[in-house]
């Protein structure tokens, strides 16, 4: 027994030697060969009953094999514990592993949002230097353009001074021509209406009586073609019945063809009805004209009132430069018969005084008389210059009307005078000119005219730049200029929806007139001239 004990011991201490102690070799120590642990207790009883020293020894040498074992199961216990949470531990560790995986991955892409923010930031520094110098760009323009603007500004309210100062004289030689022409106009105006009235009736009672001789044509026709073909229905009729049938589909086609001619005579029912709408209208343009005429007539008649008021003030200031001269004429006989009794007392020869003073009144007589001529001869000349009428006459039935047509040929304006857009694709505008072959317009295919907008259409010489509502005619320079000028506007369906016409009547004034101006200016310059001789004698003699 001691030999297996010492054995036993032997062994445990070359284990303890190999094996350094720890929690898993204790166990193992204790553990692993649970026959060993028993068999020293069977030994340890077995020396206690042999020898009580050896027992002794052997339970002073197995108390702290005990102690160890003790300690052996608490730190197996606290193994455990620190394995599970070792465990626990690893396992958070992976969580946060995880978690810290993604966390990298939050922030690659943040760092990748924070670089395109970044970039975002530079492009927009840049975006917002280019749009400094942008600005500054604008306002440099804004400011020349204020100059500008006041310029055109000044420019424009010296035009419009020009353009009054223009418009009046344009409506004084405006009134001066009405006033010569429209006594004339007056005139040919009622000539044209006597004739229109007499062509209108006359036209009226040809249609009137064409109408009811084709009517009644075409009623007694009907009744003996309709009394022939009953007669012969009936004759057929009593024959066969097939006769029957036969004049039955003849009466049809008579009842057709009267209804034909019924339908006819309705059509020329409508014509004489619009012909008789048309003789109202025109009857009703023809009191109008009437009505006109008698306003211009009135006009003319205050007119000639103050014509001869300002005739009998001249005609007052003619009488008193007539007794002013006959005042002189008798002062000069005085003094001519002064001189002569001077020239008979001196023994003088009047022949040479009174012919050179003769002479030269004559000549500044004859002189006067030749300047006032010229001058009446170049304001006659500026007045048949400037002696024109200009007349327009308009008509429109759609929604676009041509509203002007320049004299001098440079533009033409159109206006949608309704509350809809029309499109003119397809329209054209057709120009008359005198013996001129027509020329047409043709509008762009996209071209939309909208409502109560105006068009203008300007010829390629005009120098304008075109605007969104001007349109260039490319291929003709002008409209062209005349004493009459005709647009005519045409819708893609070759319809005449509206026309204008602009007509320059030249000035002719009655020579009787003139004739009588000149006569009385002659008179009056005369006159004069007898006066200034008068004085040049009286100047003369007292010198």
């Not at 424009?156 to 010569?180: A, G, N, S, Y």
């Not at 009191?287 to 103050?306: G, P, S, T, W």
């Not at 009655?510 to 008179?523: N, P, V, W």
């Amino acid at each position: 027994l001691y030999l297996g004990i010492c054995a036993r011991k032997r062994l445990s201490g070359r284990q303890s030697f190999s094996h350094p102690v720890t929690a898993t070799g204790l166990s193992g120590l204790f553990y692993s060969p649970p026959c060993a642990l028993t068999a020293s207790v069977n030994l340890f009883s077995l020396s206690s009953a042999t020898d009580p020293c050896e027992g002794k020894h052997i339970k002073n040498k197995l108390s702290p094999l005990l102690a160890a074992t003790y300690e052996c199961k608490t730190l197996t216990c606290r193994n455990s514990k620190k394995e599970a949470d070792l465990n626990l531990a690893q396992a958070r560790m992976r969580d946060l592993d995880a978690q810290l995986n993604a966390k990298e991955a939050d922030l690659a892409t943040a760092l990748n949002e924070n670089r395109t923010l970044e970039n975002d930031v530079r492009e927009l520094k840049d975006r917002i230097v280019t749009l400094k110098l942008s600005l500054e760009d604008a306002k440099k323009h804004l400011h020349s353009e204020t100059l500008k603007r006041v310029d055109l500004e000044n420019h424009m309210k010296t035009l419009q001074e020009q353009m009054t100062f223009q418009k009046r004289l344009h409506e004084d030689e405006l009134k001066e021509t009405k006033r010569v022409h429209e006594s004339r106009i007056a005139e040919m105006e009622s000539d044209c209406q006597r004739e229109l009235e007499s062509k209108l009736l006359n036209v009226l009672q040809e249609l009137r009586k064409q109408q009811e001789e084709e009517i009644q044509g075409y009623k007694e026709e009907l009744e003996r073609t309709f009394s022939a073909k009953v007669e012969n229905a009936q004759l057929s009729a009593a024959r066969s019945s097939d006769f029957a049938n036969a004049a039955r589909e003849q009466l049809i086609e008579t009842k057709m063809r009267i209804d034909a001619l019924s339908s006819q005579v309705n059509h020329y029912h409508s014509q004489n009805a619009a012909l008789e709408n048309r003789a109202r209208e025109l009857q009703e343009m023809l009191d109008y004209d009437r009505d006109l005429h008698q306003r211009c007539i009135a006009e003319k008649e205050k007119e000639m009132v103050e014509a001869q008021q300002q005739a009998q003030a001249q005609l007052e200031e003619y009488e008193h430069l007539l007794d002013v001269k006959l005042a002189l004429d008798l002062e000069i006989n005085a003094y001519r018969k002064m001189l002569e009794g001077e020239e008979q007392r001196l023994n003088l020869s009047p022949s040479s005084s009174s012919h050179s003073i003769g002479t030269q009144a004559t000549s500044q007589r004859r002189w006067f008389l030749h300047g006032k001529k010229r001058k009446m001869k170049e304001a006659k000349k500026r007045r048949h210059s400037a002696g024109f009428k200009i007349v327009q006459h308009a008509s429109s039935s759609g929604n676009v009307s041509i509203e002007e047509i320049d004299a001098d040929g440079k533009f033409v304006k159109l206006k949608n005078t309704s509350d809809e857009d029309q499109p003119l694709h397809g329209w054209v505008l057709r120009r008359h000119l005198g013996n001129v072959s027509d020329v047409t317009y043709k509008f762009p295919s996209q071209f939309t005219l909208q409502a109560g907008q105006v068009v203008t259409i300007w010829g390629a010489a005009a120098g304008v730049s075109p605007g969104p509502t001007d349109l260039v005619w490319k291929s003709q320079k002008s409209w062209g200029a005349g004493d009459s000028i005709g647009v005519t506007l045409i819708t893609n369906d070759g319809e005449e929806l509206a026309e204008r016409k602009i007509m320059h009547i030249p000035r002719e004034e009655s020579s009787e007139q003139d004739e009588e101006i000149t006569g009385s200016e002659m008179e009056l310059s005369s006159q004069v001239s007898c006066l200034q001789f008068k004085s040049m004698l009286s100047n003369g003699h007292f010198s």
